[in-house]
């Protein structure tokens, strides 16, 4: 049974840079989420996906971050244009019900 | 709304018994625990949902006051690998979880 898996686990860009991540849930698991952790701080909810559908978006969430989950399975975070303040880890969670099982993370710095 | 967690920090000595506790001013459904060690994912621990019960298992256990809208995770006997920060989750409808700062978790020999 494998678990969530992200891919990259590291990326390095320069500010005004694209970069997108790509998040594959558990098996089955019909619910999807993307978190945010900096530093000394618990995940911080960025939105989440119920199949394909995106039913919930943080208020935090600037345009400058796009998600998809086209087909209900893997889902991809965008994060145009990024600036320094965006430098994080990004991680993924997936559910079938209330449980949600975090992925590795993906660790982005913005130089 | 972000809970708040505390204590903030805590070291212990194996085989001691901790305690964290987690609150939230708005209503909640449901409280998540999580123990996250240094450049690792979070790892879930346990979920006490809105009309539930205590739960544990082995060593670790938790409870959920609805009306104090509080929760509280309980090591018993520590043991190394309890180390980490732990976290909790809240939710107060729907499917997005509310973090608190975490509370770090030094257990000593």
């Known amino acids: 049974d494998t678990g969530v898996s992200q891919d990259p686990r590291h990326k390095i860009t320069k500010r005004g840079q694209n970069v997108t991540f790509r998040c594959d849930p558990i098996?089955?698991?019909?619910?999807l989420y993307w978190y945010r952790q900096t530093l000394g701080q618990g995940p911080e909810f960025l939105t989440y996906?119920?199949?394909?559908?995106?039913?919930?978006k943080s208020r935090l969430l600037s345009d400058r971050f796009s998600a998809e989950r086209p087909k209900g399975s893997f889902s991809t975070l965008e994060i145009q244009r990024t600036e320094q303040g965006d430098s994080a880890m990004y991680l993924c969670?997936?559910?079938?019900?209330?449980?949600?099982?975090f992925g590795p993370g993906t660790r982005l710095l913005v130089l | 709304q972000q809970p708040v967690q505390s204590p903030q920090a805590v070291i212990l000595r194996e085989g001691e018994d901790a305690v964290i506790n987690c609150s939230s001013s708005?209503?909640?459904?449901?409280v998540h625990w999580y123990r996250q060690k240094h450049g690792e994912a979070p790892v879930f621990l346990m979920i006490?949902?809105?009309?539930?019960e205590q739960k544990g298992h082995d060593k670790i256990s938790a409870s959920f006051n609805e009306k104090k809208q509080q929760s509280s995770l309980y090591l018993t006997a520590s043991q190394l690998s309890y180390s980490g920060t732990y976290f909790c989750?809240?939710?107060?409808?729907?499917?997005?979880?509310?973090f608190g700062k975490g509370t770090s978790l030094l257990v000593t020999p």
């Open positions: 969670a997936s559910s079938l019900s209330e449980t949600q099982y």
């Open positions: 098996s089955e698991h019909n619910r």
């Open positions: 996906f119920q199949n394909e559908a995106q039913l919930e």
């Open positions: 708005k209503a909640l459904y449901s």
């Open positions: 006490l949902l809105k009309g539930g």
């Open positions: 989750g809240t939710a107060n409808s729907g499917y997005a979880l509310n």
